[in-house]
T-cell receptor, first 114, second 113 residues
Framework: DTGVSQNPRHKITKRGQNVTFRCDPI?????LYWYRQTLGQGPEFLTY????????KSRLLSDRFSAERPKGSFSTLEIQRTEQGDSAMYLC????????????FGPGTRLTVT | AQSVAQPEDQVNVAEGNPLTVKCTYS??????LFWYVQYPNRGLQFLLK??????LVKGSYGFEAEFNKSQTSFHLKKPSALVSDSALYFC???????????FGSGTQLTVLP
C-alpha cells in the first residue's frame, strides 16, 4: 500500500490555459473523491466516483471542470480556460466501499494561475 | 445541509499541558463526525471518528474526542500535548447519501516547548 498519489505536485499556468491533474488511489479502494482547498479554508468537496461512475458533483464544479475515472482506477481532473480564482490545492482521496467517511488523502496538486 | 464550525483559528498550548480543539456541528439526522490532521507538505490524515456508541472516542497518536449531543459539539482532546502535535486540525461531518466530507475551516495548533 503506497497510499494515494497525485501528479503533478505543483502546476503554474497562465490564465486561459487548460490543465489536467492525475490521482492514483489506493489500489483496493473503489471510491474516489476530489476536493479543493484554498488558503485558510477546509477542503471543499468537488466530485465523487464509485468505480468508474461519477455519482456526485458539487455546484463548485463549473462546466470548465471535468473529472473522469475511465477504468475505475486512476482519475483525472481537467480544468479548461483556467481563471485566477482556480488557484488552489486540489486534493484527491479514496476509500473502500465499507468505509463510513474514513478517506485517505493524497498530498495534493497546488495550482497557481498567473 | 450539514456544517461544522471551528470557532478558533489558532490554539497555543505548552508542551505537556492538555489540549482541546473545539468543533460544533449542525447536521440533520444522526451525525457522523471526524477529525483529520494536516501536516505541512503532507496529505490530510484521519485521526478518529464518531458514528454511534460511546460518546468518548479514541483515535491515533493519543487523541480522543468527546461527542456531546446536547451541545452539538465534538471537541478534540489530548491529555498531554507534544511539540510534534503542532499541525492544522480539521473537524468534518460525513453525509452518507452524498458520500462527502464537509470540513470546518481548520484550527492551527501550536504546541510550545
Amino acid at each position: 500500500d503506497t497510499g494515494v498519489s497525485q501528479n503533478p505536485r505543483h502546476k503554474i499556468t497562465k490564465r486561459g490555459q487548460n490543465v489536467t491533474f492525475r490521482c492514483d488511489p489506493i489500489s483496493e479502494h473503489n471510491r474516489l473523491y476530489w476536493y479543493r482547498q484554498t488558503l485558510g479554508q477546509g477542503p471543499e468537496f468537488l466530485t465523487y466516483f464509485q468505480n468508474e461512475a461519477q455519482l456526485e458533483k458539487s455546484r463548485l464544479l463549473s462546466d470548465r471542470f471535468s473529472a473522469e475515472r475511465p477504468k475505475g482506477s486512476f482519475s483525472t481532473l481537467e480544468i479548461q480556460r483556467t481563471e485566477q480564482g482556480d488557484s488552489a490545492m486540489y486534493l484527491c482521496a479514496s476509500s473502500s466501499s465499507t468505509s463510513v467517511g474514513e478517506q485517505y488523502f493524497g498530498p495534493g496538486t497546488r495550482l497557481t494561475v498567473t | 445541509a450539514q456544517s461544522v464550525a471551528q470557532p478558533e483559528d489558532q490554539v497555543n498550548v505548552a508542551e505537556g499541558n492538555p489540549l482541546t480543539v473545539k468543533c460544533t456541528y449542525s447536521v440533520s439526522g444522526n451525525p457522523y463526525l471526524f477529525w483529520y490532521v494536516q501536516y505541512p507538505n503532507r496529505g490530510l490524515q484521519f485521526l478518529l471518528k464518531y458514528i454511534t456508541g460511546d460518546n468518548l472516542v479514541k483515535g491515533s497518536y493519543g487523541f480522543e474526542a468527546e461527542f456531546n449531543k446536547s451541545q452539538t459539539s465534538f471537541h478534540l482532546k489530548k491529555p498531554s500535548a507534544l511539540v510534534s502535535d503542532s499541525a492544522l486540525y480539521f473537524c468534518a461531518s460525513f453525509s452518507g447519501s452524498a458520500r462527502q466530507l464537509t470540513f470546518g475551516s481548520g484550527t492551527q495548533l501550536t504546541v510550545l516547548p
